[in-house]
């Protein structure tokens, strides 16, 4: 067999998932998963939901793939870009279904790269720029944990394909949570200047946490109809997390505040979206329909 051929096999060959980081391989995490919208089902909020979750791990993904040279350690870099492309294929997926359910013929890079920041519909919690790493552990813990409950219940999905999302991103996320909330623990309990950056930090991401638990009309609906989850169902697990991390990290409970940012699920974000859809949409808009 030519070399190349032998390599290429190898590299290929994943019926061992434990050779690949987290289990993923290269399996169709939809094969044999049926596609057809549920008739009773509106397409066009099924789509605007599939944005919503998708836009949330698309940004959330580019956000930690910024850190990516700049983490304390390689193995956390290696850790950061894992978790980053474990969002990223969840963007994908969520996309892609969004343009099947609009009939719009609107792929998932189109939907990615070809959209002003008004049409996302992301929180604002996943555009926020990280101040250091304890606000990047923080903020992801907060996400990880919110994301990994929505995504347990959407498991149950009416909608086929969501369920299969949901039942994905479920083993991808319990492994995010444990991540981030390794590090709130070990820098909170820590020396005194991890300790106060720390607390810094858990303090600074709660006015971007009750966004998070605001019911969109859109979620309401469709969670009503068996296909999305309402948020605000997802609040106490939540809080019993947190309050357990920040427990054993010696810090104080987190104290909830009034959800200063909010209007992402309507497009409403700051300047930070602009210069993050600048960076990653660049290559796109400059060679319209490159192919690469």
């Known amino acids: 067999m030519p070399f190349d051929a032998a390599a290429y096999e190898a590299l290929t060959d994943h019926e061992d998932d434990a050779r690949w980081a ?58 950061i870009a894992n ?11 969520l996309l892609t279904r969004a343009g099947e359910a ?16 008004a049409e996302f519909r992301n929180v604002r919690l996943a555009e926020r720029a990280d101040a250091d790493f304890a606000h990047l552990v923080a903020r992801l813990l907060v996400f990880a944990t919110w994301r990994l409950a929505l995504l347990d219940r959407l498991a149950t999905s009416r909608d086929p394909v969501l369920a299969a999302i949901g039942a994905k991103g479920v083993k991808e996320l319990t492994y995010h949570r444990e991540y981030a909330a390794g590090w709130v623990v070990r820098l ?27 019911p969109h009309e859109i979620e309401v609906r ?21 309050t357990e991390v920040c427990r ?28 993050i859809l600048a960076e990653m949409q660049g290559l796109a808009r400059d060679v319209p329909g490159g192919v690469w």
């Open 22 to 79: 987290y289990g993923t391989g290269f399996a169709d995490p939809l094969a044999g998963v049926p596609t057809a919208v549920p008739d009773d089902v509106d397409r066009a909020d099924l789509a605007a939901y599939c944005l919503m979750l998708g836009d949330d791990a698309l940004i959330m993904s580019h956000r930690l793939q910024q850190w990516v040279t700049r983490a304390p350690e390689l193995e956390d870099e290696l850790a």
């Open 83 to 93: 978790i980053g492309l474990d969002l990223l294929g969840q963007a994908r997926l």
């Open 102 to 117: 609009e009939g719009r013929d609107r792929d998932e890079d189109a939907l990615a790269y070809l959209r002003e920041p």
């Open 188 to 214: 909170g309990d820590g020396t005194d200047l991890s300790h106060s950056r720390m607390a810094a930090a858990v303090t600074a991401v709660q006015p971007l946490v009750g966004e998070l638990f605001q």
């Open 222 to 242: 469709l969670a009503l109809s068996g296909v999305a989850v309402d948020p605000s169902t997802l609040r106490a697990e939540f809080d019993d997390v947190l």
């Open 248 to 275: 054993v990290a010696a810090l104080p409970p987190p104290a909830p505040a009034a959800p200063a940012v909010t209007g992402g699920r309507d497009g409403q974000h700051g300047d930070e979206l602009g210069a």
